[in-house]
């Protein structure tokens, strides 16, 4: 019986538009995550006393913004990445047509 050594490292061969895409999706995570962080300090400033009132509500809606605004910019392109075709040497999204609109990558349309 033979051991096989897996790399937990591995990923497939992403290159190109696809590749730009998941960087900015971690990106956007990273920074989402650091917008939750600040939301979490502003809540336990606030709660405790630690600091006056303005700036832990400056620090509550401040990291509550880029929070929101970051996580949302990352599942928009991480939910566009799932439709990559990542085997293709030109990855391009998958396209459905929308009713009444016109050809739009795929996620774009609410169902």
């Known amino acids: 019986m033979e051991i096989r050594r897996i790399s937990a490292r591995y990923t497939p061969e992403i290159s190109g538009e696809a590749l730009q895409a998941l960087t900015a999706g971690g990106a956007w995570l990273r920074l989402g995550s650091a917008g939750a962080l600040t939301l979490a300090a502003g809540l336990v400033f606030a709660f405790r006393g630690e600091a006056e009132l ?8 401040g990291g509550g ?7 949302r910019r990352a599942w928009t392109i991480l ?6 075709d990542v085997s293709s ?17 795929l996620g774009a349309c609410r169902t």
């Open 65 to 71: 913004l880029v929070a929101a605004v970051c996580l």
């Open 89 to 105: 040497a030109d990855a391009r999204p998958s396209t459905r047509s929308c009713e009444g609109q016109s050809s739009r990558p």
């Open 54 to 61: 303005s700036s832990a509500l400056a620090l509550i809606l």
């Open 79 to 84: 939910e566009r990445a799932d439709a990559w």
